[in-house]
T-cell receptor
Framework: AQTVTQSQPEMSVQEAETVTLSCTYD???????LFWYKQPPSRQMILVIR??????QNATENRFSVNFQKAAKSFSLKISDSQLGDTAMYFC????????????FGKGTSLLVTP | NAGVMQNPRHLVRRRGQEARLRCSPM?????VYWYRQLPEEGLKFMVY????????ESGMPKERFSAEFPKEGPSILRIQQVVRGDSAAYFC??????????????FGPGTRLTVL
């Protein structure tokens, strides 16, 4: 079974600084898809960034980027120039064909951005 | 261009009652997933449906839980004889498989179920 591990339950960063959230996963598949979702206090799940396993180039979306290390099965999220609105729970997620493309989520990292 | 809709947003039930949660996918989407989020946890997959068909229900508890997605109308997640442990946020996500697995599932705002 695929598992997703987020080893940092809570993190804090000052506004304008950079923070990295870690995620590791376990799979025997060669092709799969990785995602980071943000869940603010409203509980709405918002897609932040995604990565296909067969693409070596790390995905980037504005202030958000990933460091995808396929051999190490690692998929960390870097948030640059942190903003107060980035305060939220962040979930790493994985899916592949074995799961019917259902998302398999980690337990999340609670990020607090302070002034 | 309405997004995924779920209702009710909040549902309170007493132990032993039935809970019925509804999900209307995005226009043009014929596949939905249901996920459950227990307090302080990530979302857990429950069931994957397309219209009139259950594709994968491997994440559903064996008893008291059922799901359907009729040809017309919303997808419904039904929990019979609720217990306190069913208290959670239930999310549905809709997806168009024709767009490929890389494309995102669009989440609804969730239904928070509280069992007294």
């Amino acid at each position: 079974a695929q598992t997703v591990t987020q080893s940092q339950p809570e993190m804090s960063v000052q506004e304008a600084e950079t923070v990295t959230l870690s995620c590791t996963y376990d799979t025997s598949e060669n092709n799969y898809y990785l995602f980071w979702y943000k869940q603010p206090p409203s509980r709405q799940m918002i897609l932040v960034i995604r990565q296909e396993a067969y693409k070596q180039q790390n995905a980037t979306e504005n202030r958000f980027s990933v460091n995808f290390q396929k051999a190490a099965k690692s998929f960390s999220l870097k948030i640059s120039d942190s903003q107060l609105g980035d305060t939220a729970m962040y979930f790493c997620a994985f899916k592949d064909s074995n799961s019917g493309y259902a998302l398999n989520f980690g337990k999340g990292t609670s990020l607090l951005v302070t002034p | 261009n309405a997004g995924v809709m779920q209702n009710p947003r909040h549902l309170v039930r007493r132990r032993g009652q039935e809970a019925r949660l509804r999900c209307s996918p995005m226009k043009g989407h014929s596949h939905v997933y249901w996920y459950r989020q227990l307090p302080e946890e990530g979302l857990k997959f429950m069931v994957y449906l397309q219209k009139e068909n259950i594709i994968d229900e491997s994440g559903m508890p064996k008893e008291r839980f059922s799901a359907e997605f009729p040809k017309e109308g919303p997808s419904i997640l039904r929990i019979q004889q609720v217990v306190r442990g069913d208290s959670a946020a239930y999310f549905c996500a809709s997806w168009d498989p024709g767009t490929g697995p890389y494309n995102e599932q669009f989440f609804g705002p969730g239904t928070r179920l509280t069992v007294l």
